[in-house]
């Protein structure tokens, strides 16, 4: 495992220098470290890169880090992994990802991840994205998620890209049976020229299922950023997406989410606001003895955490 | 003018009989009356079915009745009306559309309106829309709006569907300039196996324009409802857009609103709410005396008011 991907690791994915439990560390393409549990069992995907995971039904209080690096230019790493998760299992998954390159080749991570939570399957997801390095190549992260819910499931997606990515595109696909819950808090800092695009697909397809999507963004620089959201409720059920945004010096952002209630009983919500921080928020923070640029820091810090 | 236009136009144009002031009613295609006045001049447009209306700079108080009715099946009414409106006029245009049929022929209206408000022009714009006859043809209403705002201009369009229209598309395009302002309020309501959709687009072009669109519909029966809007703020400026619905029977409704903020002040928000009307709203009125249907008509009429 190299210098660079010692460094990643540390700001994606909580590594202190080694992981408790099931892990594996995934460079430039290839496995740099691998570890199951009794409960978690991780394996090579046969016929593709990446990972099979399962999990145990009633495993509790177990934590799986499968963080990817990818520490030079002239990389385009895609990688599957798939997440079968027991019955009654209650899981937390860290997946975070950095992309470095010091030269002008481009560093650019895919993955693909799907989870199959079982009945009462809980899954708390972590994933921090993060850019590095000097170079003028391009450092892109897709991630693209699919979750299917069975009854009773419940989902936690905690992401958050932390900056320096110039390029990334999030798709999100979930479909939840009766009384499963996703729960999705979104944060991406882009700045620069950087350009973010963020969809989300979300099908409330049985009874009493319910999707609460938090998405905030902060555009600076020359930098913009797309969000897209779907939330289709075929039933009796309980959605709501929410989409804040940040916009300091020339930043961008454009927020079309849509709501498709098909069932009487389907009771959807969205919200949206987009602007720049309020005067008076600084100004409060200015008689504290703040600088402007320090009280707009701790503002968007606030805002982000 | 037939017994039917007579009816129709006491449905949606505040007909008892005579106009007052300016007006043009349309009827199956045809003038079926016209009057200009020295502020307020109707013209036919030349190479096109429809009218070019003028109204004089500075006039106030005025109001503009342009109805247009459609009392038999078989008729496809298409008209293109053109308003300039001058410098610091305010005025009152009254837009009402009833389409009838009693045989198996379609009925169907499109208007295409044209607004050019001049400087500090303000126009208040009233249309209700109906459908009414027991023939087996289909009801069409397909109104496209097109305004352009001038600096310190307003347009505050208020629009209702009452009912009976089988299937409607509604197109409102607007361009505001610095301080201009654009309110709309349309309230659409949907039954059997009817089906509208909305469409607006607005661009905030202009310093310190503003808008404020609030759609509300009721989707009752089988019918279907689709909201679609867009607000582009390429300035500073503030824009607000709220669609809420109520599902009843088997309704069912799709919101899809977008944002687009490409300037640091540009200060974008939107509200969407869809679902049925709460339990204990119909508790209440019914522990007034009234039966659940009651209850629920009284609802949907404060919402619709």
Redesign the interface.
Known sequence: MNRVTDELLRMVSDFTGAFKGAFNIRENGECAGRQSTDNIKIESKPNAPGLVVHIRPGTKGETVYIPACVTQGNINDLVYNDFYVGEGADVTIVAGCGVHTEDEGEATHNGIHRFFLEKNARIVYREKHVGTGGGTGQKRIDPVTEATLAQGASLEMDTVQLGGVDETYRKTWAKLAANARLVVRERIMTDGDEHARTDFEVTLAGEDSGCDLVSRSVARGQSHQEFYSSIK?LTRCAGHSECD?I??????????????????????????????IAGEQILKLRTLGLTEQEAEEKIIEGFLR
């Open positions: 409720g945004a916009l300091a010096e020339n930043g961008t952002v454009t927020a079309s989410p849509a709501l498709e209630a098909s069932h009487v009983d389907a009771a959807l919500i969205h919200e949206a606001a987009i602007g720049k």
